[in-house]
């Protein structure tokens, strides 16, 4: 079963042309890096997902279910099986990270007190910051900020994690961290939808690859099938070993 | 094209953006209306704006009533000394107090304290994608962010509203006693020899209007803001001059429709 897909799908902001007849497949249980170079439209593509943008045509399938036809309940019933990792972790700045990863619990679920805080502290300690629980997110570094995010993304065990550059703004070894966390998560049976342009940290997390450009997908398969393209542009991305 | 026409076209321009402005501020608020009856209710966070909106401008209100309480009370002796008729100074600061000065200074002091913060608050939340992660978590960020901001700030108005009432008829009270040497029974009894609750009740609740104007006002511009810090910054200054402006406009309105339905106060 597929657990995302894509299915024709164009999106225009104003006169440009964001996403171009965009179609791909992401396997339950595996991970995509969708991969390009900045402002190609991968995190647009990625918040189609989710429902935070509508495409202009096509339709976007998850776990089945179209979510380009959702709306109220029904796509709040369809994101609670997601979750989201932004690229600048997106934390609620006004709670503490503790209260960041215990927030999915308190909305969506009818625990206690008391087990959501225990929860929370474990899903912390999955990405080693149980002991910032009661700090402030303007406390933490940008790389702690990106662990919480990711330990909130995954409050509720969603069945696909949707990342957005995941290593963006970070050194090597942090990067080479959340990596680490991301392959874990991939492991443990959750679908990933990666958006990136750092391509050792794809090769590291992805299971198949897209690289898109202009809107399309120049190419689209495994990691081998990206290294023998014939197409420029897909060439000098896949031998670049930049990002971050 | 000529000067003339340029300046046409602006103008035009203008007025076309201050309707669109308008129109959807409207939109936002008649939404927020209508969400408002739908669960969930978002009790705790009501209660939690309710704190933070009416608690929290406690001081000020308290401070601000006092000092215009001591002001009108020296403008009202100096007037009423010339007719001989300083026994009314008590009941005229009152009148003026309950039905018009109070409720209008504690809107536009809310308007500057807690309208700057709604919008500043919700746009720094738009420009870091803090709503963007709400939605993704399957929260409806209208409801949870401005709706609950709304209802808060129409209950906490009233509440800061009489709190502004009572300081200034103290502050009356206090630059009475201290030119006349009126006891404060005295001064509590001359106040209130005047007021009936036809003063009272329209006057307070006029500003459930006031609280609903700042905060979906402040919410929308929050809602709507763009281009990072500086987009926060112009989001928390339009929420105060737009919510102060909206505010003046709406109380000549509320003010004739009071004199309508309790012609006795006219």
């Not at chain 1, 006004?94 to 969506?108: E, Y």
């Not at chain 1, 961290?177 to 679908?191: F, N, P, S």
């Not at chain 2, 200034?168 to 040497?181: C, K, N, P, Q, R």
Request: aromatic share 8%; glycine share 10%.
């Amino acid at each position: 079963m597929n657990a995302v897909r894509f299915d024709h799908v164009s999106k225009t902001f104003g006169t440009q042309t964001i996403l171009d007849d965009l179609s791909f497949e992401v396997p339950a249980g595996s991970a995509f890096c969708l991969l390009g170079r900045s402002g190609t439209g991968k995190s647009v593509a990625l918040r189609h997902i989710v429902g935070l943008v509508h495409p202009d045509s096509g339709h976007v399938f998850v776990e089945d279910r179209d979510v380009t036809a959702l709306a109220g309940r029904d796509l709040a019933a369809a994101r609670r099986h997601m979750g989201f990792l932004f690229q600048n972790a997106a934390l609620f700045d006004s709670m503490s990270v503790g209260d960041n990863v215990a927030f999915p619990m308190r909305r969506h679920t009818d625990w206690s007190d008391a087990d959501i805080r225990d929860r929370a502290m474990r899903k912390l300690a999955d990405v080693g910051l149980e002991r910032e629980f009661d700090k402030m997110p303007a406390d933490l570094s940008g790389g702690m900020k990106k662990r919480a995010g990711l330990a909130r993304a995954l409050a509720l065990d969603p069945s696909i994690l949707l990342v957005d550059e995941p290593s963006a703004g970070l050194d090597p070894i942090t990067a080479g961290e959340i990596d680490a966390l991301l392959v874990k998560t991939k492991q443990a049976g959750t679908t990933l939808v990666v958006v990136t342009h750092n391509i050792p940290s794809a090769r590291v997390i992805g299971d198949t690859f897209g690289v898109l450009h202009g809107g399309r997908l120049l190419a689209a398969g495994p990691i081998e099938t990206l290294d023998a393209s014939e197409e420029p542009m897909v060439q000098a991305f896949m031998r670049s070993h930049g990002g971050g | 094209m000529t000067p003339q026409s340029s300046m046409v076209d602006r103008a035009g321009a203008g007025l076309l953006g201050a309707f669109e402005f308008v129109g959807s501020v409207s939109a936002f608020g008649a939404r927020a209306v209508v969400e408002a009856a739908r669960p969930p209710y978002e009790p705790r966070e009501i209660i939690r704006h309710v704190y933070q909106f009416g608690y929290r401008s406690t001081p000020l209100i308290v401070a601000a009533g006092f000092a215009v309480g001591v002001v009108l009370s020296m403008h009202t002796r100096a007037s009423l000394e010339r007719f001989g008729a300083e026994a009314m100074i008590p009941a005229g600061l009152a009148i003026a107090l309950i039905r018009e000065t109070g409720p209008l200074i504690a809107a536009l002091l809310v308007a500057g304290r807690v309208g700057a913060g709604i919008g500043a608050e919700i746009g720094a939340m738009k420009v870091t994608e803090q709503i963007d992660a709400l939605e993704a978590g399957a929260v409806d960020a209208f409801k949870y962010l401005a709706v609950t901001r709304v209802i808060a700030l129409m209950i906490a108005m009233p509440l800061l509203t009489i709190m502004m009432d009572f300081a200034g008829i103290l502050g009356g009270y206090v630059a009475e006693a201290a030119v006349s040497g009126m006891s404060w029974q005295q001064y509590f009894e001359r106040s209130f020899t005047y007021i009936t609750y036809a003063d009272i009740f329209p006057a307070t609740l006029k500003t459930v209007v006031f609280g609903f104007l700042i905060a979906a006002v402040s919410s929308y511009l929050g809602f709507t803001t763009t281009r990072g810090t500086e987009g926060v910054g112009e989001a928390s200054t339009r929420s105060v001059v737009v919510s102060s402006m909206l505010i003046i406009l709406s109380d000549v309105v509320l003010v004739k429709l009071i004199f309508f339905f309790y012609p006795q106060v006219a």
